[in-house]
């Protein structure tokens, strides 16, 4: 069956702008997490959804929201972008808790000037 | 909170043999999953490896074990008969099994393998 799917791969948006990034987890799945990979940080987790409802959420300002679709389709939003919010940017998805493996997709890479 | 530490950045190791990269981590809980997931150059994240905190044997996946010491809450990756496509970036990554950290991953800092032919 297909994984997980981050739509768009690469992209450039300028300071100022805001961008909003897409993943649709594997069949089935109903937990779908965000997290955030730079080379200064390492990978930090953003949030997670259950059931369209935002379960936990990691220690990121309010710039960076997301939703969940009742398909489980997933959506991240960056508002105001910053240079430092360069990286790729990483959705995973599990059956529904960490009792179950997380798969995740190959990443948005999101580039700010 | 759950921390994750990987204190080797680098390691290397000839292809074929063996070789063993270094987590610890620490949690108050005592339901929890550990994992080793594996990033190479493409980015994609893949897993190698999951333990469930509870159970006493240590977890195997073909040519990759790991050591699973809950009470020195530590867990180190074994490859064997390392090969050239091992060569990557491992992350060491801790979740609870439930309660408020649902879906939350806590990583190390990562170890990046070099396989030399």
């Known amino acids: 069956k297909a994984g997980v799917t981050q739509t768009p791969r690469y992209l450039i948006k300028t300071r100022g702008q805001q961008v909003t990034l897409s993943c649709s987890p594997i069949s089935g799945h109903r937990s779908v997490s965000w997290y955030q990979q730079t080379p200064g940080q390492g990978l930090q987790f953003l949030f997670e959804y259950f059931s369209e409802t935002q379960r936990n959420k990691g220690n990121f300002p309010g710039r960076f929201s997301g939703r969940q679709f009742s398909n489980s389709r997933s959506e991240m939003n960056v508002s105001t972008l910053e240079l430092g919010d360069s990286a790729l940017y990483l959705c995973?998805?599990?059956?529904?808790?960490?009792?179950?493996?997380?798969?995740f997709g190959e990443g948005s890479w999101l580039t700010v000037v | 909170a759950q921390t994750v530490t990987q204190s080797q950045p680098e390691m290397s190791v000839q292809e074929a043999e063996t070789v063993t990269l270094s987590c610890t981590y620490d949690?108050?809980?005592?339901?929890?999953?550990l994992f080793w997931y594996k990033q190479p150059p493409s980015r994609q994240m893949i897993l190698v490896i999951r333990q469930e905190a509870y159970k006493q044997q240590n977890a195997t996946e073909n040519r990759f074990s790991v050591n699973f010491q809950k009470a020195a809450k530590s867990f180190s990756l074994k490859i064997s008969d390392s090969q050239l496509g091992d060569a990557a970036m491992y992350f060491c990554?801790?979740?609870?099994?439930?309660?408020?950290?649902?879906?939350?991953?806590?990583f190390g800092q990562g170890t990046i393998l070099t396989v030399h032919p």
């Open positions: 995973a998805s599990s059956l529904e808790t960490g009792r179950n493996t997380i798969y």
């Open positions: 990554a801790s979740c609870l099994a439930g309660g408020t950290s649902y879906g939350k991953l806590t």
């Open positions: 949690t108050s809980e005592s339901d929890y999953y």
